[in-house]
T-cell receptor, first 110, second 116 residues
C-alpha cells in the first residue's frame, strides 16, 4: 500500500525566505502527484500537478519537482509571504485513488 | 473551469438525524467522484469512490449503510450520513475527475458537519 510522508510537519519562516517542503512516497508506480494548499477550515486548492513523466512544474513563485524513482517530490516556495501561511498537502495518484500526506503547516512571519 | 461545489458548507444536526451533502461539478461532467473525510489536524482519508450510475466502492472500515453515496448523474453526487452521531462530526470533502484529463482531481470547498 502506498504511504505518503511529508517533512517537516510544521515550519515557521520569516517573510521573504525561500523554503522547501518535502513529500516522499513508498511506491514509485504513480500516475501523477499533486500539491495542494489548505487554509484552516477550508477545502483544498490545487497548486501544481506533476504527471509521472514530468520532472517539474512551475506556477509563479512555486516550483514542484518529482523524482519518481526515489519516491520524492519537493515544493519550493520563493520569496515567502504571510499570505502563504497554510497547510500544504501532497497527494499521490496511483491510478484512480489518491493517497494524501499528513501535510506541512507553514507559518510565514511578517 | 473545473469548479466543484458542495452544499451545505456547514451543517449542525441532532444525534440520530440524517444529513445529506451534495457535491456538484459545475462546468464539466465528472465520471468519477470521491468522498473524503478529514479529522482535525489530520490528512484526508478517502471514504469511497463513486462512478456515475453504479454503486460506490467503499474503503475498508467505512460503513456503507451509514454513509450512503449516490452518483445519479455526471454532475451530482450525494453523501448521506444516516443516524448521525457526535463521532461523525468532521470535515467532508468531495472531489471529481474528468475522464481523459489524466485523473486530475478537482476538489469541492468542503462541508463542516457538527452532530450535537
Amino acid at each position: 500500500k502506498q504511504e505518503v510522508t511529508q517533512i517537516p510537519a510544521a515550519l515557521s519562516v520569516p517573510e521573504g525566505e525561500n523554503l522547501v517542503l518535502n513529500c516522499s512516497f513508498t511506491d514509485s508506480a504513480i500516475y501523477n502527484l499533486q500539491w495542494f494548499r489548505q487554509d484552516p477550515g477550508k477545502g483544498l486548492t490545487s497548486l501544481l500537478l506533476i504527471q509521472s513523466s514530468q520532472r517539474e512544474q512551475t506556477s509563479g513563485r512555486l516550483n514542484a519537482s518529482l523524482d519518481k524513482s526515489s519516491g520524492r517530490s519537493t515544493l519550493y516556495i520563493a520569496a515567502s509571504q504571510p499570505g502563504d501561511s497554510a497547510t500544504y498537502l501532497c497527494a499521490v495518484n496511483t491510478g484512480n485513488q489518491f493517497y494524501f500526506g499528513t501535510g506541512t503547516s507553514l507559518t510565514v512571519i511578517p | 473551469g473545473a469548479v466543484v461545489s458542495q452544499h451545505p458548507s456547514r451543517v449542525i444536526c441532532k444525534s440520530g438525524t440524517s444529513v445529506k451533502i451534495e457535491c456538484r461539478s459545475l462546468d464539466f461532467q465528472a465520471t468519477t467522484m470521491f468522498w473524503y473525510r478529514q479529522f482535525p489536524k489530520k490528512s484526508l482519508m478517502l471514504m469511497a469512490t463513486s462512478n456515475e450510475g453504479s454503486k460506490a466502492t467503499y474503503e475498508q472500515g467505512v460503513e456503507k449503510d451509514k454513509f450512503l453515496i449516490n452518483h445519479a448523474s455526471l454532475t451530482l453526487s450525494t453523501l448521506t450520513v444516516t443516524s448521525a452521531h457526535p463521532e461523525d462530526s468532521s470535515f467532508y470533502i468531495c472531489s471529481a475527475s474528468i475522464l481523459g484529463l489524466q485523473n486530475e482531481q478537482f476538489f469541492g470547498p468542503g462541508t463542516r458537519l457538527t452532530v450535537l
